[in-house]
């Protein structure tokens, strides 16, 4: 009887040291998982990602920088236009991307050889939690207080000469666009129109409108010259307000006496507020804002 006690107790104890064993196991696995399904690179070899990070004055805070450069850059003197992008984690890397890239390098890769389109593309990153604050110059009660003025400021003054001290750029205003979706394309139709003299394109993207009335008065009061060119995309798809606000964008700045040659507007009836959506529309309007 005693043994019969002794060899259960043993059985017992054998049985509760390996539990945790298969917990580890377990838990192992589910890292491994992870590890197995992180999004690989996608960017191409003529993207980089500057090892220094550049304060942002005002904000205290700094941001990184991702830059493309045409496939022949490195084996030609030639100077090249450039784009100012943000949410740069978005536009070049699948592993980088919150919902999706937008296949920048991909494209314009594509559009050098088939179309001699060539950019240098400047891409900044978002702030994360302070994206909504960065790309609004305008306040929302929801929101908290704007900080697109010193972000704009920062891309003007800080980004801008630094680039053009160090890559081969066309530094004037006709070979210089600004272009994001959402709050992106609210702060690049902003930056058109506080920098005429900086931004002689933008392609404004989805703009969040609905953001702050004070857009369009903004607007209405500072006209930007005529040989300025707006890209605007919207899809129907997008949610309320959307189409209908960037149409009422559009109006607005044709019955300023905008020359129609240099605005463009396409509503999408399939569009949805994505990363697939900008995409699909990148080639398209880059195309119209530098080549025609």
Not at 64 to 73: F, V
Not at 152 to 167: A, E, L, Q, R
Request: proline letters at 6%; hydrophobic letters at 35%.
């Amino acid at each position: 009887m005693k043994i019969r006690h002794f060899l259960l107790i043993v059985l017992s104890i054998t049985i509760l040291s390996c539990k945790p064993q298969k917990e580890k196991t377990e838990a192992a696995s589910t890292v491994e998982t992870k590890k197995t399904t992180k999004k690989e690179a996608t960017a191409q070899p003529n993207v980089t990602v500057l090892e220094k990070e550049f304060e942002m004055p005002g904000l205290d805070r700094s941001r990184q920088i991702r830059i493309y450069l045409p496939p022949n850059y490195e084996k030609s003197d030639s100077k090249y236009p450039v784009l100012y992008m943000h949410d740069a984690q978005n536009l070049f890397d699948d592993a980088t991307a919150y919902a999706g890239e937008w296949g920048i390098d991909e494209s314009l890769n594509k559009l050098a050889k088939t179309q001699n389109l060539e950019l240098i593309v400047i891409g900044i990153d978002n702030g994360g939690e302070k994206r909504m604050n960065e790309l609004s110059p305008w306040k929302n009660k929801e929101f908290g207080n704007p900080e697109g003025e010193a972000y704009m400021d920062f891309i003007v003054k800080t980004i801008k000469p630094y680039i053009d001290s160090n890559y081969r750029t066309l530094t004037d205003k006709d070979h210089t666009a600004i272009l994001g979706s959402s709050m992106g394309g609210l702060i690049s139709h902003y930056a058109i129109y506080k920098y005429p003299e900086i931004f002689g394109k933008a392609g404004i993207f989805s703009p969040s409108y609905w953001f702050s009335e004070e857009v369009f008065s903004f607007t209405k009061d500072n006209p930007v010259p005529h040989d300025s060119r707006l890209y605007l995309l919207v899809g129907k798809k997008e949610g309320p307000n959307m189409h209908t606000n960037t149409q009422k964008m559009y109006d607005q700045i044709v019955t300023a006496t905008h020359p129609k040659k240099n605005i463009s507007v396409l509503i999408d009836p399939e569009g949805e507020h994505n990363e697939a959506f900008w995409k699909k529309h990148f080639p398209t309007a880059i195309l119209w804002l530098f080549k025609s």
